[in-house]
């Protein structure tokens, strides 16, 4: 990491354990404003559960998390998540009997200024501001696809894969964060999808460059097209830290995706 | 528009005729009329479009429509002291249907205790008025919040258990509740409370006949129309909590409680919202119940009757507002014309159900996607 201001999010000793299992050991990771960093790892090795642990999820065993010079440890998900922290999940969690506005909508719902009685009796309030809201998750859409936002109002699941993916993205952006986690958006696409996602999250950069991404994925070409600087898992353990093309020839990380030498002989 | 209340004057005209036939050759004739009219609709999809879309291009007309037709609904049953009454607990199955979907519908919160709720309400008034002499409109207004009061205490904790733990512990919450009406000494055992005071608003007493237009209906009419403005209020408040913020998180918390968390939506307070609402609603129901009885008694609030309010939600329409009311005035009616099946009528309530969740999962009038307006 360069000299850099004071970064967005830090974890410092960060460990999660399920019984005797530890989940992640000891995790220091850190993000400046508007970095994108990739996080690589065999499966297993605790990316998704680092993940989980950021969002309150999970309650960390041990260790903590400083977001926006905060202390987040042990806050619930719903509380993280109004501090700015939005992520997408490697299956899809769309709620697919809803509409493609409804499922962008929620994730302003913390942002959200009208309560009950302006829902009920002084509904003009209510109007105004899910008018505006309408407009800025068609506005969302129309990031990604021409005629998204054209089909707001159809249920999610009427979607292609790729667009489902997309709303999910415009969910996590509609909350206005200023960290976003997304959870190996390529899982299950071929290459011409994946090639369409490396597109969107270009034009993602692009429109909110003060925004921090923390990016788990499989895919390396996508880690390489879009992390200025990755950090590799493995066991639950941070066991590299630097430029994509210093990981990838990391010893270790060398090993834990292709075996040690002994092991291949 | 002309078509629009034309029909709407075609289905009240028929269902009148259904409830007032009394010959078996007439009930056949507005029964065979009342399903070749649905028989048309069903297979007639330009009808159906049409129609469609007459109501939905004159949405004020149609409601101002269906408003006359029920303020009118006593005109044309004054003969009948019963069938008034029945239209009325239909309604006041309108207002409890309304609080059981916004929990099991809109927020997937499964209440498998609504009789119990609505007893609540029920005996909050009895007790209120007869013990503590208050008058019955403040009793009515007070028991409501005794039983989202019970119903908060009694399922904070469990509430963020996911479907069926709440189900259960809510079924063990009616047979407790029905027990301990039994058993107590205060709420009169299984006799229940008898002679609670009738409403009095404005010195209008409801066991009074009222008159409208010159023509004397009969005293449950009083209840009608007050049954009426509390389930109008409450399908309007309902409708406008459905198409807002609460609805949306309400329905994601149902769909996917982990993506609804991580976008800031806190599941203790979304359940408990939903929870509340829907026993306010409930409690209402059985309050309005017991003052129209003038009686209240374990029976009155057992098991049977939460089924009945689920049936209302599942047959009209999972979450869908319209659906409730179409559930509850459908659903209380006409298992009456079935009299003549004694018990067995109550099978009938488990057949359509069945059938229902087999060929119609989504309910009579299926919920639409949620549009703001």
Redesign the interface.
Known sequence: MSAMTAPILETRRLTVRFGGLVALDGVDVAVGPGETLGVIGPNGSGKTTFFNAL???YTPAAGEIVFGGRRVTGL???AI??LGI??T?QAS???????VF?NI???M??R?T?G?AD??VR?WR??RE?GAA?ERAAHLLALFSRELPGRG???VGQLPQIDRRRVEIC?ALA?GPTLLLLDEPSAGMNPEETAELMRDLQIVRAEMPGLSVIIIEHDMFVIEGVSGRVVAFNYGRKIAEGSFAAVAAHEEVRQAYLGTERARA | MIAVWLSELVVFALVVAGILAERPAALAATGGALVAAAALLRFAPPLRTALAAGFARHRAAALAGGAVLALALPLALRASPYWTFVATLALLYVTIGQGLNLQIGTAGVINLAGAAFAGLGGYSVGLLTLSAGWPAWLALLMAPWIAVTVGAVLFVPILKTRGHYLALVTIAFGFIFNILMNNLEFTGGPQGLKNIPTLRLFGWAFTSKPALAGVELPAHANFYYAALLVAGLTTW?LR??H????G??L??LR??E??????????TRGKLLAFSIGNLCIGLGGALYAVMVGFVSPPDFDFGYSLVMLSVVIIGGVDSIPGVVLGACLLLPLPERFRFLHEYRLLLYGAVIVVMLLYRPRGLWPAA?????
């Open positions: 969002t309150g999820l619930e998900a719903h998540a109004r939005a992520r999940f969690r769309l709620c697919l009997a809803l509409s409804d909508l929620i994730g719902h913390a959200r009208t009950l829902s009920v509904r209510f109007r899910m309408l109002f159809e249920p969910r909350a | 408040a406008r909590l198409d807002s913020w609460l949306l998180a329905n994601t769909d996917d982990i993506a609804a968390r991580c976008c800031g939506v806190s599941l996607v949620r549009r703001y307006r």
